[in-house]
């Protein structure tokens, strides 16, 4: 099976740092680190089947996957032509949905050119 490789935007980059300063502020710096070690696993896992993940609305090249014991779904899209997965975003459920949807059509558009 082949193996995907797996980056992150700096968007996604600063959506995780933006989460885990949120963790250490609610809660507590080990908080903070268990939900950062939680967030990069789950993007590493899907270096294999990447497509196993729900479909984001309209566009069967962008997924979600929700993150095990954080309420944080990451966004990303698959490139099957050069085995990639990129992360565009990582989103808690407690922000504005409509926000978000806007700003990943937003992001996906910049990636996309």
């Given amino acids: 099976m082949q193996k995907y490789s797996v980056n992150l935007t700096e968007d996604a980059e600063?959506?995780?740092?933006?989460?885990m300063a949120f963790y250490e502020e609610?809660?507590?710096?080990?908080?903070?680190?268990k939900f950062?070690?939680?967030?990069?696993a789950t993007v590493a896992n899907l270096?294999?089947?990447p497509r196993a993940n729900a479909v984001f609305k309209d566009?069967?090249?962008?997924?979600?996957?929700q993150m095990d014991h954080h309420k944080v779904a990451i966004i990303?899209?698959?490139d099957d032509d050069r085995f990639e997965v990129i992360a565009v975003r990582?989103?808690?459920?407690?922000?504005?949905p409509?926000?978000?949807?806007?700003?990943?059509r937003e992001r996906i558009r910049k990636l996309r050119g």
Avoid: C, G, W
């Avoid at 566009?59 to 996957?65: Q, W």
């Avoid at 990582?90 to 504005?96: D, L, P, R």
């Avoid at 409509?98 to 990943?104: D, E």
């Fill in 90 to 96: 990582a989103y808690h459920q407690m922000q504005n």
């Fill in 14 to 19: 600063n959506d995780i740092a933006e989460l």
């Fill in 47 to 49: 270096e294999n089947l």
């Fill in 36 to 40: 950062f070690d939680e967030a990069m």
């Fill in 26 to 33: 609610l809660v507590d710096a080990e908080s903070a680190t």
């Fill in 59 to 65: 566009d069967p090249d962008v997924r979600k996957v």
């Fill in 76 to 78: 990303y899209l698959v």
């Fill in 98 to 104: 409509s926000l978000y949807q806007q700003s990943i």
